[in-house]
């Protein structure tokens, strides 16, 4: 097994991207871990990641994990698009379009009219279709109620 680079020219073409098993719990996991030391992403259990699994979506490519997203679907008005993660040698490579698109997709088969994200990679969401949709100087504000370790 080697460690090289994915090569920019073939990299989406080498990756697969499918609904994820139940198989792929652990991995998936393992792959969100990395992002929540950085504080990019929320950690998720495997129990909250079974919850999720019919819209988990995985790229996979040489029958290995290389990124992962969720859509989970709060009412036929609006959906989420979270735990979004791509292995860092995957990054760039279009692999983070593919795991979108998949999410979006399987919104749109349900009938959602809209699917929010939250994120600090703005421009990355803007280059997938997203864009602010709240009319005027509407903002999303939040409180967090409760602090989880990590």
């Not at 698109?101 to 803007?126: D, H, P, W």
């Not at 409180?143 to 990590?150: F, I, L, M, P, Y």
Request: hydrophobic fraction near 45%.
């Amino acid at each position: 097994m080697t460690n090289s680079l994915p090569d920019p020219q073939t990299a989406v073409h080498s990756v697969t991207v499918r609904p994820a098993l139940r198989a792929d719990l652990v991995a998936i996991a393992a792959l969100i871990e990395p992002f929540v030391a950085q504080g990019r992403l929320l950690r998720r259990t495997i129990d909250e990641l079974e919850t999720l699994l019919a819209h988990v979506f995985v790229a996979e490519a040489a029958g290995r994990i290389v990124g992962c997203a969720a859509v989970e679907i709060y009412s036929p008005k609006l959906a989420e698009l979270r735990s979004l993660a791509v292995e860092a040698a995957w990054q760039g490579q279009g692999v983070g379009k593919l795991l979108v698109q998949a999410c979006v997709e399987r919104a749109r088969e349900r009938n959602v009219l809209e699917v929010m994200t939250i994120t600090s990679a703005e421009g990355f969401f803007k280059s997938c279709g997203f864009d602010f949709t709240l009319p005027g100087e509407k903002k999303a504000l939040f409180v967090q109620t409760r602090h989880d370790a990590g």
